[in-house]
């Protein structure tokens, strides 16, 4: 409908950011990479920074996941720019992907800064789902700073929120977490 109306840009933008967000929600961050950069290079290319600040975010949480954290942190300076200040998303996602793109080096300050502004500008949005994917967020930043109270925090209101959502695949993110911190032999 969005090509035969002409609305190339409402197209690149909603494509990308829905197989994007499905695929790293699926555990695959090669393909959410595979379909957000091309959108977000079309964007870029047509001048629509509104749209393309939300996929940068996206992207610099793929390259995140993908073990590529210079490229991520470079994503996330894209998304920081081009986001307007009520743009809630995109600074939600350059400040969650930045915060788990520094926190292997740093696991300082900053990064866990960058992950609490991060938690509350989600709480102030109606997605759910976004809060619970921040807190994830900012619990696998806790973990790497040797913080396992704020992080088994998070992952608990995360699984909350995924299980009232029924977010499964949301859910199976959390799990896995959760038990992957756990020492052999412990529940």
Not at 25 to 50: C, I, M, Q, V
């Amino acid at each position: 409908i969005a090509e035969r109306q002409g609305q190339r840009i409402v197209l690149w933008a909603s494509w990308g950011q829905n197989v994007g967000r499905t695929e790293l929600l699926a555990g695959d961050p090669e393909r959410a990479e595979r379909a957000l950069r091309p959108s977000y290079e079309a964007l870029r290319d047509a001048g629509s920074l509104a749209f393309s600040s939300t996929l940068a975010g996206q992207l610099a949480h793929a390259l995140v996941e993908l073990g590529r954290p210079d490229e991520a942190s470079a994503f996330a300076a894209v998304a920081r720019d081009a986001a307007g200040e009520a743009d809630v998303l995109s600074q939600v996602l350059w400040r969650s992907a930045l915060s788990r793109a520094l926190a292997p080096q740093t696991a300082g300050e900053r990064s866990r800064g960058l992950s609490d502004e991060a938690v509350r500008l989600a709480a102030t949005t109606e997605w759910p789902n976004v809060l619970a994917d921040t807190l994830l967020d900012r619990a696998r930043v806790a973990v790497l700073a040797g913080d396992d109270a704020v992080a088994d925090e998070d992952i608990a209101r995360a699984t909350v929120i995924y299980l009232a959502k029924s977010n499964a695949a949301g859910h199976a993110r959390a799990t896995a977490l959760a038990t992957g911190r756990r020492p052999e032999g412990h529940v």
